[in-house]
């Protein structure tokens, strides 16, 4: 067995309704009573969507979470980016806060340089959205045959 670890972003819906989504496999959300039955619920359907689309060999995407800083305007904004290796050769970079500020490159040092010049164009103030999408982060794993 394989074990892989992921991010889900987690947002209380409503007293008794959690919604969660995982960043680096796209359409893949799930919905609970609480936190821990989102959770349990979203590690199925990434299980699930794992088994069904990487099925033929396809390497498995790994995540990679850090801090991507950018200067505008001499202010200084940090971003989560989410990178995934993508096989052997490429990286494959996303700003959750920035819906479409998607970028790749053949290396994570291009990935990243690549999405700093993404994040000029999408970014304009700092915001406080961060911090939501920070509190909201839940780490989870899966384990693949």
């Known amino acids: 067995m394989v074990k892989f670890s992921y991010t889900a972003i987690i947002q209380k819906v409503d007293e008794?309704?959690?919604?969660a989504n995982v960043p680096v496999?796209?359409?893949?959300?799930a919905s609970g009573s609480s936190e821990e039955?989102?959770?349990k619920e979203v590690q199925r359907i990434v299980i699930e969507f794992i088994n069904q689309e990487y099925?033929?060999?396809d390497t498995i995407p790994n995540e990679i979470t850090e801090k991507?800083?950018?200067?505008?305007?001499?202010?200084t904004l940090k971003y989560t980016a989410f990178?995934?290796?993508?096989g052997k050769t490429e990286y494959k970079v996303l700003i959750p806060l920035l819906?479409?500020?998607v970028?790749?490159?053949?290396?994570?040092e291009e990935a990243a340089k690549n999405i700093r010049k993404t994040i000029r164009h999408f970014a304009t103030i700092p915001t406080t959205k961060e911090m939501f999408v920070e509190e909201n982060a839940k780490k989870f794993d899966i384990e693949i045959e």
Do not use: H, L, R, W
Request: aromatic share 14%; net charge negative.
């Open 16 to 19: 008794n309704e959690y919604a």
């Open 25 to 29: 496999f796209p359409g893949c959300s």
């Open 37 to 39: 039955d989102v959770i």
């Open 55 to 57: 099925s033929q060999g």
């Open 68 to 75: 991507v800083e950018v200067e505008i305007e001499g202010k």
């Open 83 to 86: 990178f995934f290796q993508m």
């Open 99 to 101: 819906p479409g500020c």
């Open 103 to 108: 970028e790749k490159g053949k290396t994570y």
